[in-house]
């Protein structure tokens, strides 16, 4: 198979960003798989982002108050019935 020469500008474009910004994600999914393919690192707007929603920072200023030996840092301890 012959090498090719591809122009990455174009995944810069203006239009390409805005289209792929707010596709469906299985758009999102298809352009990132092409791009996996074919060795190309990912733009910064197709990266994956957090699973989940961001925890409010209202949420966490009331965790650290609560909590201020943890800094912030959240652990889940199991708990044992004593019963």
Do not use: C
Request: cysteine-free; charged content about 30%.
């Amino acid at each position: 198979m012959a090498d090719m020469n591809v122009d990455l500008d174009r995944l810069y474009h203006p239009a390409v960003v805005d289209y792929l910004s707010n596709s469906d994600r299985r758009i999102v999914a298809g352009a990132r798989r092409v791009l996996q393919v074919l060795d190309i690192p990912y733009p910064e707007y197709l990266k994956l982002k957090p699973a989940g929603r961001p925890a409010s920072p209202r949420l966490m200023e009331e965790f650290r108050k609560d909590y201020p030996q943890q800094g912030g840092d959240v652990t889940i301890k199991e708990q044992t019935d004593k019963s």
